[in-house]
């Protein structure tokens, strides 16, 4: 396998330690023209990674199954192989057909490669030999023209990752819109981009119908623009009340300040109820609340509502006639 080339040793520092190690470009690539040719390709398995037509990969080819695929390719004129997710060990029933653009060693050691993904592919009959691993019949599926109906599904997707953009601040995602016009294409490069689950991916990706791919991509748009949006207001939510406090707790300060420079204070109030308490002759356990609500009295803020609900229940309890008692009348005539 010859030496890395600059552009590989570019993106090597950023391999992902996904699977065979995949790498997706930001970016989605041109597409370049289907082919309805059915043919025999090397298979590049990619453990819980799934790769769409449109992109360009960098994969670490750490399997021998990946290097022998991606060998016999480069050694051969058409360059192509079929990448196909490999999930829990089961292969995908949809691969990608790619183009090995460039292939090398790393510069630590282990060798990549740079795919550049074409078209979706079914898998046909298999075939493994000794020297150049598992090869697949891959029959392409291109899109069909989109229809007016996939036309307007891929308006409103456009809209709907125009507000996640907005939402995430993104600055993929606008590039990928600016780049893409294609309803199919649209989607692939949404969720290729979208940090979603591998099922969803691969969901997607075997989703071969295009008005039934975009539909799938617009409806979770949707409920992710809806969970963003949530998560944006609880976050405003957060902060303002994190402000609210803040400012409360500095106006509280500046009020104290003043009170304290006007020579007014919640201490005389503390003292007064203090002494009304002294003065009578209240049960242990009486004596014990009004202790403890006249020191949460002292701890509130004047701006406090406790503060006013605090004075009212002592002025309550400490007017209450403590110790004072009436000779019983007993006399029944007397009182008929």
Known sequence: ????????????????NVGCNLQVDPYPAVMADTDTTAQALPVVPLPDGVVFPGTVVTLALESEEARTAVTAATTGTDRRVLLVPQIEGRMAQVGVIALVENAGELPGGGSAAILRGLQRARLGAGVVTERSGLWVQAEPVPDARPSVRIEALGRE???????????????RLPEILRTVTDPGALADAATSWADASTDHKLTILEATELGVRVELVLEWAKQLLAELKVTERIRQDVTEGMEKQQRDFLLRQQL????????????DASDDFRARAEALPLPESVRTAVDKEIE??????????????????????????WGTTTEDNLDLAEAR
């Open 296 to 321: 949460r009295m002292e701890r509130a803020g004047p701006q406090n509502p406790e503060q006013g609900w605090i004075r009212t229940w002592l002025d309550r309890v400490l007017a209450l006639p």
């Open 256 to 267: 104290a300040a003043i009170r304290k420079e006007l020579g007014e204070s919640d201490e």
């Open 1 to 16: 396998m010859p030496s890395l080339t600059p552009a590989l040793r570019k993106v090597e520092c950023h391999t992902l």
């Open 157 to 171: 997707l456009r809209v709907v990752l125009e507000e996640i953009a907005e939402v995430r601040r993104s600055r």
